[in-house]
Each structure stands twice: as C-alpha cells, then as structure tokens.
C-alpha cells in the first residue's frame, strides 16, 4: 500500500488507501458512537490518515508522527503492534507480509512476520502476497526486470526469467514471454515447467479448471476459455472475459468503451444476457451493477439469476463482506458513504468519505476533507 492512493471499493479513487494516510498509533478500545451516527461503533476511532483492511487479525495504518509518515500494523484493539517504520506495506497473508522498509534497502522488497521480524530479507524489487504457497517477486526495474517465484523460506524455486507473471491458481500460472506490445502468454506449473505453449496475446487465471484466454491479435481477437490441458473447451466469441468464480465468468460483447457484459455457465452457455457496463462481481449471491445506458447512472444489485433484487439508487457500490455492502449517496456535491444489508435495507447511514467492505469483522472508514480526513475501523 501507498499511503496516497485512496482504495475505495476495490477502486483507486483519490488521495489515501481507504482514505487519508494512517497516522496515530495506542490503544483504540471498542466506544458507543455520538448520538448523530447511529447503528455502527468505532472499534479503532478515526485517528489515520489512512486505513487499509484487517487480514489475519492485523491491518496496516499510515502514521504521520513528527516527520515522513511510515505504514506500521494494528491489531483489532487499534494497538500498534508493529512499529511505524515502512515505505509501502502489503496485507498480511498467510502470517508474512511484503514490505518496503525504506531508503536503505535501495528499493529492495523483504517480508515480515506477525511480530514485525524480517523474515525473508530485503531483497526483490517487487515482492507480492503468498498464494498456493509461492510468491511473485521481480528482479530489476518495472520495464526490463524479470519475475519468477520464492517458496516461505525465502528461496527462489522459480528462476527469474520471465518478462511478467500473475499468481498461481489450481497448480498454474499465467506467464507472458516478450514485452507487454507483442509478447505471447502461457502457463508454468509449480516446476516452472511451461505446460501450455505461449501463444495467446492475453491471458487469465484458471478457476474451477478453466482459464480466459485471447485468440488472434490484439485488435480483433476474440476471448475463450481452455482448461488446464490447454484444450479449447469454450470457443472464442467474446470482446472480453474474467476468470470463472463459483461456476459463472462474465464476458463482453462490443468494445471496451461501448459493449455490455454478461454472465456464462462452464459450458458457455449465457445464463444473464450481455446488458451491464462493468462485469458483475457476484459475493455471496449478489453482484453490483449499473442499470442503463447512462454512464453516470445508478447502481444496484442483481442475483445469480440476473434478477434486480436491490433496485437502483447509488452513485457507486460495492461488494458485500459479512452481510453488508458500501454504497455511495451524493448530497449536495459530496459523496458519502454507508452500508446497505442483503435486503437493500440502509443500516449505516452514508457519512463516511471514504470506506471499504467490512472483513473479519470490520471496515476502514475515514470522515472528513482531504486536509483533515482522519481514519478508524468501525464494526456494527
């Protein structure tokens, strides 16, 4: 995380990661809120400048303390369990977390453990969050630097040779050979033995043993899906296609700027018509999406069936986490943020400006303005 870039509901939107950039550090105990926000509790009272989300029990605070703000971690009581001291932090994951500890490692990347002990040393230029056991790390700057994976130990098990990677997923890993203009994509196991040829000019990660892959070039190729064998199993026909999640993908017909997205089976099959700008990101059941042909219109929510179940009403929402969704209201020329439940029932009332969903328990929340936003954890 970088304490100046605002993630709002799994978008970057302005100026700190759930807005401002984590200052303050002691205890936050649990307080009943003032009369005028009603049905929530400031588990951590605002005192960041920003506030990133809770994973194994810590999140990361952005503390500003006579000097550079420093990323630092809280546990659930709002304590500062590990010092302030870090340029750019990661979630935990796993018990480790990537970190950047600061000029003296020369932009060098290392993990820490739950107690703030550097577990595997600085290092890598780029270092990510374990997944199927392996992490993605980088060798050398953004444009010419090579990507390959180290195990929990530190170790590099896959040699650094490739020119980009994504994480690994049921046992693969999307790989691309060449540079991002004309370089192919295709897929390694946990060997680094290349399984499926490089030959698509995109590629995603498998879920339920099927991946998105773009056949023919990089203007009119269209988007199918193949399994782990690297067979064909869903013909190419889309504009554009995510990995499947529970069983379902979204795909887009037409251009990026004008198409519509809808939802397909693992045989392919449209089970909701193309009709939605974004794709919809189905949690528990139910997915945001914005209804109409007006870019600026509302959002609401429609189930698995593609059925409008939380009618549209919000100039942005997000994705449900433990029962209840963020959604954004404007008033006047400002918008604030609350939570809705599963129902469409409102039971935060928007007065946040920024937030994110709630996770094991609680959601990062931040009032006030730019100059003077401040940052906390409420629960309900």
């Given amino acids: 995380m970088k304490p100046f870039a605002l993630f709002v509901l799994g978008m970057t939107v302005t100026a700190a990661a759930v807005s401002g950039s984590q200052q303050g550090g002691g205890v936050g105990s649990a307080q009943v809120v003032p009369a005028e926000f009603p049905h929530f509790t400031w588990a951590v009272p605002p005192r960041f400048e920003a506030a990133g989300q809770f994973r194994d029990g810590l999140a990361p605070v952005f503390v500003v303390?006579?000097?550079?703000?420093?990323?630092?971690?809280?546990?659930?009581?709002?304590?500062?369990?590990?010092a302030p001291r870090f340029e750019e932090v990661d979630n935990f994951s796993g018990g480790v977390?990537?970190?950047?500890?600061?000029?003296?490692?020369?932009?060098?990347?290392?993990?820490i453990d739950s107690t703030g002990a550097m577990v595997i040393p600085p290092q890598f230029d780029l270092a990510t969050a374990f997944?199927?056991?392996?992490?993605?790390?980088?060798?050398?700057?953004?444009?010419?630097?090579?990507?390959?994976?180290?195990?929990?130990?530190?170790?590099?098990?896959?040699r650094a040779i490739f020119d980009s990677v994504a994480g690994f997923s049921e046992g693969l890993c999307v790989i691309r050979t060449g540079d991002a203009a004309t370089g192919l994509f295709g897929y390694i196991d946990k060997r680094g033995k290349t399984v499926i040829e490089p030959k698509f000019v995109a590629a995603g990660t498998f879920?339920?043993?099927?991946?998105?892959?773009?056949?023919?070039?990089?203007?009119?190729?269209?988007?199918?899906?193949?399994?782990?064998?690297?067979?064909?199993?869903?013909?190419?026909?889309?504009?554009?296609?995510?990995?499947?999640?529970?069983?379902l993908a979204t795909v887009r017909m037409g251009d990026p700027a004008t198409g519509l997205w809808g939802v397909i089976d693992l045989h392919g099959k449209i089970v909701i018509a193309p009709q939605?700008?974004?794709?919809?990101?189905?949690?528990?059941?139910?997915a945001a999406v914005q209804i109409g042909d007006?870019?600026?219109?509302?959002?609401?929510?429609?189930?698995?069936?593609?059925?409008?179940?939380?009618?549209?009403?919000?100039?942005?929402?997000?994705?449900?986490?433990?029962?209840?969704?963020?959604?954004?209201?404007m008033q006047g020329e400002t918008m604030k943020w609350g939570f809705i439940d599963e129902t469409g029932r409102m039971v935060i009332k928007p007065q946040f400006d920024a937030t994110r969903r709630f996770d094991e328990g609680l959601a990062p929340a931040c009032v006030g303005d730019v100059t003077t936003r401040k940052c906390g954890y409420i629960s309900r």
Avoid: C
Avoid at 97 to 110: F, H, Y
Avoid at 303 to 309: P, S
């Fill in 276 to 286: 939605f700008r974004q794709p919809p990101a189905f949690v528990d059941g139910l």
């Fill in 97 to 111: 977390a990537a970190v950047l500890p600061g000029p003296e490692t020369n932009g060098r990347r290392g993990y």
């Fill in 207 to 247: 879920r339920d043993g099927l991946a998105p892959v773009r056949f023919g070039d990089r203007t009119t190729g269209k988007w199918g899906f193949i399994n782990t064998q690297g067979r064909t199993v869903i013909s190419p026909q889309f504009d554009g296609a995510t990995a499947f999640a529970r069983g």
């Fill in 65 to 82: 303390d006579h000097g550079p703000g420093k990323w630092g971690f809280i546990d659930r009581l709002g304590q500062i369990v590990i």
């Fill in 294 to 329: 007006d870019p600026g219109g509302p959002f609401g929510y429609i189930d698995l069936q593609g059925r409008i179940v939380i009618r549209p009403q919000f100039a942005l929402a997000g994705t449900f986490g433990n029962g209840l969704a963020p959604v954004g209201i």
């Fill in 131 to 158: 997944a199927d056991g392996l992490a993605h790390i980088r060798i050398g700057d953004e444009a010419t630097g090579k990507h390959g994976f180290i195990d929990r130990s530190g170790q590099v098990v896959i």
